[in-house]
């Protein structure tokens, strides 16, 4: 550990075994970053409850315990996303080893243990149709880990507006909103005519053909006539929900 | 002209100056195009007045000051798309010697002459914002040409959707709609959910970064959530006003 | 229900409980669209039959199942597209729980239940190659349940152009044709030489290489040097379905 | 003005003129938009200061300043995104002659007219190079116009990263970062490592080849590997712009 | 067949039964393409030994089974490309039934029944990898069925040029070359400067990552250097092969 | 030259001044190029005819000029593609110098000078529409200065087939084909299920929107039911003259 | 073999048999590359030990074994990427036939037998996340296998960079950098910030949404601020380690 | 300056008013960028030589005339790229205001003052066509000004490799390739199988249709079946000058 490796240097000019200028040297070619980058990190932790969150896709059962299991020894709190029911079986193991709740979401495969009790401020989740529900349950779950409150309203595509207005009150006391979906991604210039709240979309992969496995929702979203849009990447419900936490924050901490 | 050589064959058969036999052979090598093909031209302009249309870019000014020419001639009325204010000079010519008003559509760059002054049925015209006007004007002017009653109603988009209520009596009347928006293209998406007329969507270059020239329009519309709306290649109005006045012309004629 | 709402607080003016000027505050802030949409919807399923449609690639059985379930109770119909062997199991179970007949076509995978038995005007249906087909059949099937009179020509393409010559009665007596294709995606040109009714052409995904999945015959379709095209996105029989009865039914209804 | 027709309806329902069932039939059929979406938009003129902004690419100068004029009226302020210097003539005559001060940002081609004097809360808009500042402004400026008090520190790519340093106090005062950038457009990630702060991402078409006019940048913003930024569309620097502002507002106005 | 209908109306001209413009009529409302079309194919079976080829993919094992049943019966010969294993047992069997003789190859997936014993003039067709093989084993394989004498030459990209000049004699014996390259798809633009013979590049699908499922092959091609190359779709061995044919046939029929 | 040292260290053996061993490693270490590609280089002058041929886009008029004068030195004939009036002006001037005949093309911007006066054989050159004629005639010009006797008809698309069909003889009699069309590009497969002709298509660039610049109409090609077909880059009309002039020559020369 | 057929010429010139204008004549026409590549093909595996590397991707396990044989039968060496379980198997046993040791890196799928036991210089392989270690394995084994001393530093993102300081004497003891990064690829840009040391970026496939199967990487990567970055294939660790072998090579061979 | 602020920490140490903890503390807060990043640019300059240099596209003559002054009393050289005659004619002013020789290669729009007299090592620079010049040029005269020798041998395409044979030598005695090809990008493929050096591979932009400005090249580049190949963003000479720059100087510094 570097502090230590500092606090020797300065002990050492203390006592007078090392002179200024050869101090000097020595902290100039200290890596920096074992000072800096560590430490924001840790004040990271500290502020926003955000641990490392493991991206399971395209990792081994084997690494994905390694690190749950390390994840979980340092803070007892646990998000894997994009997860196959065989990690779940894998990850819940390690969980009961360490005596952790844990709950699969099995629409979007998110993994969340030890998410806090307390829940603050206030996010909404919107989404287009029902095949974009797993989208929106990613954003909903990953948020509500960070420590927003949130709700969703589900299937408010333009064959059920009237859903959406029957949640009015729910969006009119979020802070901000997230809206998923797919096809022609229409949906947040539609809601972003109906309010004034920030607004995240979220272009999913439901559509075929000219759907291009959601490019054509992510660039009509970019494309919004409702300016200041906020866009993620295809299916990013979890980054999604990683925004809205923190600015639902900004108002939750002023 | 072929009717004239299959008379002459028939002739020869009736009168014994040709067998049976011959006359099969030579009836068979005839270009039969020049019996179908020819016939259902003459028959379509005969029952719907759509003389050919001249697409003015990429062609140099002697050739459309030709065909123009030879067009006026035959039929007495032009349709020019695409043209710049310098086909306009030339063509105008063209129809000051044939005293034919013409007149040019700056915006859209569109030239007509003898139009029919008396109009059918009704088509409705509706763009999203200025900025897609030059393709509703393509799109009016096409079909009001061809000779269908034509409404536009524009500046129709997420912020102006007012005005489209207090057009409402145009849009019930229409027995078609073309709807013409660049950006992400969702106004078809929006008015498909209020109407059950067919609609024609015509995606715009209009917008910047993705909207990629109009390509993400136009896929937003191929994925609209409202499904049967026709859709259009970017920019081409003229080609949603054929179909409109097509459509419309299947009602007046019935 | 809405109108109760206003009713009451009409009532209540009446009455004299509520002055104008509550009455007038409590009105503009009810949900608009509780009024609108609802009625729109209603409107819609009142003229024109055209049940919700579930398409159920990316659904759950589960989900499937209810909804079918409660459509049928509502409207004793029902049409699902992109449907697994699967989905048929599971939803002809809840329809012969409703008592109602159900059939799968399993080249383009589509359910229908309770369609109409007579069928109104005129719809032709023609595609390209035997590989089309499953795209041709979803179109079919949707304009049929929707309630048009639907006649098929199969296999026309370049190589077959003869057996549309021999359904040419087919085509003279629709008012509206959908033309299936894929690969270079030329038959809607071809056709589009020969009458002047109008064309809704599908591109479907079949080819290789540079078919790139359907886009080559979608943009091919979107070129046509015919004009007045109406293009949908690739494999969308459905939604040609849909736009060639709203057509037929302007025809017939007049 | 339809707040009078409802008031006259409810006046003649109070009188006994119309009964309870006219009266709702009446209500039912206005369009329910000049009362829902007009109110909406006149609240957020009112809470937030958001003026119509007026997209001058593509716009003929005879309508810009028609628009112009009619928004000086009402607002006595103005904004023109993506304009030229002759449209900043036009619009500088018009401003004229309201007597309003108008200023035009050349680099960014944005015209300004009638911004508050007093800023609010505080964005940081950054740039990573000298090539990406036209873009940098335009969020500024807009930003400011808003009513957001805005700092800049311009060309900090990897090159100039000490400059970030020098400014981190401005950083760490703003509630919400703009990160212009383009090439490979990897600044976002590299600042989304040392804050935690929401950030929003506008990549440039600064670059040349690959960068393929914005779209790598635009996709390696899409899928930083810091999760939550919020990308805007290619040289968006409007858009960002009013999602800094309405963030910034969420904490000051609380 | 329609021959006998022409015949008939002459017959009945010549007799005196039938007036001239009665058979004018008659003649000009038959569909002309059963006349042309027809006679067209019917020629170019006669001249070519081209029949009918069945592609494969995404047919159903019923309709193959028909079709092929049906071309056998017919011509006594049959080409099947993109075939499956299952597709070749299915047929077999059908060609059993018929005493006719089928091979089935592996790599390509191509079924070849009752092709000409005598071979005649010489195509050559190369390979650069062994990946390429089977687009290189399906032109061969059809060239040779349409009855063109063919040599191929495999492995002969950069690492294996040598291999090419042990074959320099096929080639120079050879009327036509054709070219099956992935990857970067160099090799008809190498053996483009080596020779003055019509070639034929056929892309392959060989590669990963920018290879782009052979796109990048494809396009390399169209850009080769050496003027006057004849380009095939990705992996359409086929027509590479049906083309060779041709160009070889036009020599040996002089 | 390499001829040379070959001599030399030949005649060494003769003498006995080097031993045998000695001239094989001597043999076997000189550049083999010098002797095999420069003297293919001169065969293919010697046997086709065909001088290098100046692609003039992006190379400067000095640059070009004195490439010309060398070519005209050595071979008195001269091609030139993609050229401007100015290269066309100065390339003149050299021409005048050496006293031989150039020609300017203006639509194609080709230039040819000393054409081989005899023609051989016969090259049909079709294109789809009047703007599609500057590629043609780049296919035209440059097979003729090859040496090949070409006739073109213009202006043959769906909308002018009776005019392909009037040009019957001239499509018979050639030997190959030539088919240059834009848009959709259906062209070639039309007239593929007319002839059995080797067909060369050209895609051109004409048309807007999903045209992407004639990628449609060369995917459309590359995609064409009619197997077989020869496809060239986007506008390349000089390949095209290149290959049809070859494959004539193999009928010619045999 | 060539060289024979050399000497025999040189023979019959010493004595006499042949005279030197005919000898030369032979000679030309000798087939160059016979002597020629063969050649270079020899002296390469000479000087670096290259031996030919097999692709297994896409190749049967017959014509793999045969190969592998082949390879170990003249080089006693063997490396092959891209390969399965199935493939090691297979491999695996002809090792064992060679009594050669063989290992299999599951990660990559690449397969080693009898690499160099003494490793020369240094190359240092940096990875990103661990989804990008199958890339990173791959690179580390092919620059090894082939004689270079390789470190791995793995997971240094931008969340880790901190163990990238830890390993900054390998990075300063390396001749060359391999980085491996998906997503937005913005590792070697940051690395680039902070070394001299030549930098071979290879972009993984790593990432969903418009990082495109691993080309926004690429793209980003081409695009990087730091200029001079060599850029290889997405996934292609096999070529990143070629490339830092033979750099490596140029400082331990001088 | 930071250095100072950490000298008074240790003074401050020293001589007791500070104890370590405080130390420790006030150290760990320092930006630690103000130390690490600042020197390494220090170093950089240093070592390499490499000055800052100017992309001059799409920046006003103003900016570049403020930098290249500062950086001229900076180091007293200069090397601007992508610049125009007009930033020339500016630059010019101010060289010869600090009294240094400038030189601008028109071609590749380079600007270079203060390039060192004495070269090292070697680099060669190969370009495919004439139009692939301006590319080369940008690549070496890059390389050059960093204090490389380099030699260049333009036109060596396919149909010209017989002068890279007369340039045998100066590859042999180059360290490393520079290979600038456009249209189908074979070079360095070609060159790649005939050579053992590093080579560095550069796309230009030459080419029409599918070369898709260059893209074709940089994919096929990519994709080539000689591994290890360097590859450049598209026209990116300046790139690959600094890459060579750095490989050469690897063996040069040894």
């Known amino acids: ?123 909404a989740v919107l989404c287009a149709g029902t095949s974009d529900m797993p989208v929106a349950e990613e954003a909903h779950v990953t948020a509500s880990f960070l420590g927003s409150r949130v709700e969703s309203v589900n299937d408010v595509g333009v064959a059920g507006l009237h859903r959406l207005m029957e949640a009015r009150k729910i969006l009119s006391d979020a802070n901000v909103l997230i809206v998923a979906a797919g096809m022609e991604g229409a949906l947040p210039s539609v809601i972003g005519g109906m309010t004034d709240k920030p607004i995240i979309a979220v272009p999913t992969s439901v559509g075929y053909g000219t759907s291009l496995g959601g490019l054509t929702a992510l660039f009509a979203m970019l494309n919004s006539c409702v300016p200041g849009i906020a866009v993620m990447n295809i299916d990013n419900g979890f980054g999604a929900g990683v925004l809205a936490h923190k600015i639902n924050m900004l108002v939750v901490n002023r």
Chains 1, 2, 3, 4, 5, 6, 7, 8 share one sequence.
């Open 1 to 123: 550990m570097d502090t230590k490796k500092i606090q020797k240097v300065l002990t050492s000019v203390r006592s007078g075994k090392m002179d200024v200028k050869d101090a000097l040297d020595t902290l100039k070619h200290l890596p920096y970053e074992d000072i800096g980058i560590a430490k924001v990190d840790h004040h990271r932790e500290l502020r926003h409850g955000i641990p490392e969150v493991i991206f399971a896709e395209g990792k081994d059962l084997g690494d994905i315990r390694i690190i749950a299991d390390s994840m979980l020894k340092k803070t007892r709190k646990l998000l894997i996303t994009k997860a196959s029911k065989e990690v779940f079986n894998c990850v819940g193991e390690v969980c009961k080893h360490h005596k952790i709740k844990v709950k699969f979401f099995e629409k979007s495969g998110i993994i969340m243990a030890g998410a806090p009790v307390k829940k603050k401020g206030s996010v």
